[in-house]
């Protein structure tokens, strides 16, 4: 279902006009479909069929309390990397149970919070955080249950930024290295390690990628077991893509089957649970970013459309160069006039742009524009930078909307600051 579709000449947001929440709320500002976000997080589970699977949906995509809600509801759990995930993901009410911890830099304050709280596991991304994790484990009378992150070295074909399972990435532990740290750890009676971990990257749009890295995870945890491992779990990450532009992904299902055949080579693995921790795959395009048109600026160059959103709101056209679909809210002819212009916002940078020499129709000031598929690292990556409050956050559903997270204030803006 398309929950951001064109009623009456008019976009809607989950049944809702987007025009009447910019009027409510105020622009710039986000608009999340609750139907979207849960739709897609089922369409994972659905996907697996009977295959014992837990989704640990990545935090750090899209983390509002309410969405997080969303996810506890379905029973389901969440891939944090930080202290504050950690807290957001409790705070929403899902089970420590559920929660696995990833990222290369945890601190002991960190290590001790989640240890504390009982989560699933760690995903030990070095030596040397082992060491730490088994230290403070220690100290506490408590086994911290892990697993290694591992590199599996394939090639993911996405933005070199968000690629993470090739050899010269900071994460992971390369994979010939996993057998030795294991070794090490089963002298570590405070460390129990359950599983093995990779994440190769984001926005992935073939599923290749994900059938090696399975591979190459499935063989070395044929090693570890023989090195008498009791793994239980098997860690496969985020990295599904969504549509953009013209993108076609793989389908939850396709998805599925790509992970579940590469693995059917192993049939000494059956028994093993999966788990993936989708974000972009279920927020990416369960919300829109709404502006509003503030000038028209015509150089001898170039035609801007200057909007109050910017990339403090949405930083990934400036930072990845990423493409977002923008569409006029009131729905325009298919003859309508059209001319190419950049989508900048008030920010002071050049590069605060939201689209550069996009064929657009012809706007004017006070038109709202939809910025698409900004869900996913967009409202999570924003910031206060030229002392912009942050945007709204509404969460639309079935015809009715509500504020999720208010838009801050110039009192938000310099809390904790003493004169
Ligand atoms: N698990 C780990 C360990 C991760 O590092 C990530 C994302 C995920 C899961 C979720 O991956 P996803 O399903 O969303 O692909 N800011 C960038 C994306 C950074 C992704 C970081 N890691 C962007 O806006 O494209």
Redesign the pocket.
Known sequence: MDYFAYRDGELHADGVPASEIAREYGTPVYVYSGGAFADGLRALKAAFGGIPVRICY?V??ASNLTLLGIVSELGMGA?I?SGGELFRALRAGIPAGNIVF??VGKTAREMAEALDAGILMF?LESEGEMELLAKVAAEMGKVAPVSF?VNPDVDPHT?P??A?GLRESK?GIPHGEAPGLFARALGLPSLRVLGL?C?I????TTTGPFADAVKVMANLLETLRAAGADIRYLDL?????IRYKDEVPPTPSEYAHAVTGALAGFPGLAGLTLVI????????NASILLTRVLYLKRTPAKSFVIVDAAMNDL??PS??G?YHAIRPVRESAPDAPVSTVSVVGPVCESGDFLARDRELPVVAPCDLLAVFGAG???FT?SSNYNSRPRAAEILAEAGSARVVRLRETYEDLVRGEPI
């Open positions: 990545s750090k995509a891939d990397v990833s990222g995903n992150r933005h930024y968000i993470t994460f971990d994440h990257g984001s926005q992935l990450g985020g990295g599904l893509g921790e989708p974000g972009r795959s279920v927020a990416g930083v990934r930072l990845y990423a996913a690292y967009g990556m």
